[in-house]
């Protein structure tokens, strides 16, 4: 029998012990459960406690020694270096054994952290697996920050080990990846005994300190086809550390669990994904963002199924090369973010149409808000569904989602439908009191939080609950904050709003910057916006708004009017901005998400502030310059 939407998520509240518990049967324990929740110590929510397992063993093991085993498990192309490889499960397993091997031989025990800083190749996740093998915390940082936000993060975590490679490719440019380790080491306060390096041929004379740099190659070699046995983890032992991207506040070091974050992944592949085993499954992102960890690495592989790795941009050499890849392996799902839609929709939809793209069923996006006019874009230049889904680095995986497992929803274009199981969210006011359908205010979840969602952070219990559950409080119970303000509508489908801190008041009006955004990119010559708040004397707050045109489109006074009248016939004249200026691109992270606080301190003439997680320095001086010729001294 096929229960609705409704059904399955009414179970998955009313009694998510019975819930989770069936899913929990379809992965490996060496020891069951106790208990499948324990919140004794709520906020601090533990899923199935006393239970014992291993995130590699269900990853790798399950299949590469059953049937599984000469299927692909890794399909890695690498346009910026015109490799490729494929890797079956059972070679998969090798890699791993004696990745873990080398680890254990060089002291790596249980519960020690390994930073891995390494570029979208196979090896990446080896490292990570064998991590898990062995029960040691990884900590992936994105190969494309800075030495500071490096040492930073050695800082905080204190590894064993760093994992990294000589170099990395960007847009055919190298990346010294193994330099940037080496000056991240020497400011950082602690000392990392040793660091394994994959020579790509990248980046000579990686070999800098000789005691403590180690070959990958080598290391793999000498301790030759290892065995090793993959340790017991309880479920509620610390699987890794995830730093969040940083477009707010400082970075915090998110903690996940090992066995509810399993049972999480492995259940949202079939029932949002809708993956069955023969799916082929590519995560755009990289494995430094929550995303890469949860669908380029541990979904598709715990599922047992091929994940496509891919170094490279979605338009080099070429805006085709995705559906390239698409097509030359028959990708079934994609998941990619907004960003990379708005990118592509700025090249003729040739690109796309030379392509059999045939085996693709869905393509799922997230990271920031999907704009109906990119919506509509992509629905028909690609021809499949899209689904909007929303999420979060602290969830783990997605909270608002349509489930193509499931029954499937209705398609509200500019909303990510509606609630995934075991999230219970709400829309309250500033007292934490529900408001009614189709009323704006603060996004937050219900208790318990559902398998998967951050255990803490790293070593600062009271920094979990400071930045998650103390705002707001029902019947007595804490809720926790997502950051975001939303709707909530009568259908029960919720509209992200933006983050809650970006939600403006003009004159005692409140105003959620993504809503003129949708408003000013259903613009026909807009590619992409960003609206923020600065600070004004009169009003309070006044609106900015930044837009990058769409190729090909000449900026024009006629033109920045209209986006003005737009913007006004359509919210109103209290959202005229103060501040509107044609710029040829934004500040962005390299996870692909708008630095507002970037923006805003240029609108202030403030300081910026640290911007080394930023995607393109010149974006920043092209808007200083732009602002200065409309007479702000920044
Ligand atoms: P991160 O932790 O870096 O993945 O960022 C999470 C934040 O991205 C969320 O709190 C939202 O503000 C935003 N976000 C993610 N997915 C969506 C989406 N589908 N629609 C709107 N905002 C989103």
């Keep these: 029998m096929r229960y609705s939407y409704?059904?399955?998520?009414?179970?998955?509240?009313?009694?998510?012990?019975?819930?989770?518990?069936?899913?929990?049967?379809?992965?490996?324990?060496?020891?069951?459960?106790?208990?499948?929740?324990?919140?004794?110590?709520?906020?601090?929510?533990?899923?199935?406690?006393?239970?014992?397992?291993n995130l590699c063993y269900n990853a790798v093991d399950r299949h590469a020694l059953g049937p599984r085993g000469e299927k692909p498990a890794i399909i890695w192309e690498s346009p910026e270096t015109g490799g490729s490889r494929t890797i079956t499960f059972r070679e998969l397993y090798g890699l791993v054994n004696r990745c873990a091997a080398v680890l254990k031989s060089r002291g790596v025990k249980r519960g020690d952290r390994v930073l891995i800083y390494m570029p979208m190749v196979p090896e990446a996740l080896v490292a990570v697996l064998a991590c898990a093998r062995i029960g040691a915390i990884h900590s992936v940082v994105f190969a494309g920050f800075s030495y500071e936000s490096l040492a930073d993060r050695i800082n905080d975590s204190s590894p064993k080990l760093v994992i990294c490679a000589d170099g990395g490719v960007r847009k055919g440019k190298a990346i010294p990846l193994k330099q940037i380790v080496d000056r991240a080491l020497a400011a950082a306060q602690v000392e990392v005994p040793h660091v394994i390096v994959l020579d790509r041929g990248l980046g000579k004379g990686w070999r800098t300190d000789r005691r403590r740099d180690l070959s990958w190659e080598e290391e793999l070699e000498r301790v030759g086809p290892a065995q090793v046995e993959p340790e017991r983890m309880l479920s509620t032992d610390p699987s890794y550390i995830l730093y969040t991207s940083g477009t707010t506040a400082k970075p915090k070091g998110v903690v996940r669990d090992t066995g509810g974050y399993m049972v999480a992944l492995h259940a949202s592949m079939w029932q949002i994904y809708g993956c069955g085993p023969d799916d082929i499954y590519w995560s755009t992102s990289d494995i430094g963002w929550v995303v890469g960890h949860s669908y380029i690495i541990y979904g598709p592989l715990l599922f047992g199924i091929p994940t496509v790795v891919f170094e490279g941009t979605?338009?080099?050499?070429?805006?085709?090369?995705?559906?390239?890849?698409?097509?030359?392996?028959?990708?079934?799902?994609?998941?990619?973010?907004?960003?990379?839609?708005?990118?592509?929709?700025?090249?003729?939809?040739?690109?796309?149409?030379?392509?059999d793209l045939s085996s693709l069923r869905h393509i799922f996006l997230a990271g920031e808000p999907l704009d109906e006019p990119t919506y509509h874009w992509a629905r028909e230049a690609l021809q499949k569904p899209i689904i909007d889904h929303y999420w979060q680095t602290e969830s783990g995986w997605p909270m608002i989602t349509n489930h193509m497992g499931l029954e499937t929803l209705p398609v509200k274009p500019g909303s990510p439908t509606r609630e995934a199981m075991g999230w219970h969210l709400e829309v309250v006011d500033e007292r934490g009191e529900p408001l009614p359908a189709g009323t704006r205010g603060y996004l937050v979840a219900r208790p318990p939080l559902p398998p998967g969602a951050?255990?803490?952070?790293?070593?600062?219990?009271?920094?979990?609950?400071e930045s998650y559950w103390t705002r707001f409080k029902q019947h007595g119970k804490l809720l926790y904050l997502t950051g975001d303000y939303a709707i909530k509508d009568e259908d029960g489908y919720f509209w992200l709003l933006g983050r809650a801190d970006e939600v403006i008041n003009v004159a005692g009006h409140r105003l959620g910057t993504r809503e003129v955004e949708e408003v000013v990119s259903s613009h026909p010559q807009v590619a992409e916006v960003s609206?923020?708040?600065?600070?004004?004397?009169?009003?309070?707050?006044?609106l900015a708004v930044f837009v990058v045109l769409k190729k090909g489109v000449d900026e024009s006074e006629g033109l920045r009017q209209e986006v003005i009248g737009l913007i006004r016939e359509k919210i109103g004249a209290i959202a005229a901005p103060k501040i509107l200026k044609i710029v040829p691109q934004l500040p962005k992270t390299r996870s692909g998400k708008v630095m507002r606080r970037v923006l805003r301190a240029l609108c202030e003439e403030r300081e910026l502030g640290d911007i080394s997680t930023i995607e393109d320095g010149a974006s920043v001086e092209e808007i200083r310059r732009g602002l200065e010729a409309m007479g702000h001294k920044v």
């Design 531 to 542: 609206a923020i708040g600065v600070a004004d004397e009169v009003k309070g707050e006044a």
């Design 454 to 465: 951050l255990m803490t952070i790293w070593g600062d219990d009271e920094k979990y609950l």
């Design 6 to 53: 409704e059904e399955m998520h009414a179970l998955s509240i009313n009694d998510p012990e019975r819930f989770w518990a069936a899913e929990a049967e379809k992965l490996h324990w060496f020891k069951r459960w106790d208990k499948v929740l324990d919140d004794s110590r709520s906020p601090f929510f533990r899923w199935f406690s006393g239970g014992e397992t």
């Design 314 to 355: 979605p338009d080099s050499p070429n805006p085709g090369i995705w559906w390239e890849v698409v097509e030359k392996h028959k990708v079934t799902v994609i998941f990619s973010a907004p960003t990379a839609m708005r990118m592509l929709r700025k090249f003729p939809s040739q690109w796309i149409e030379e392509h």
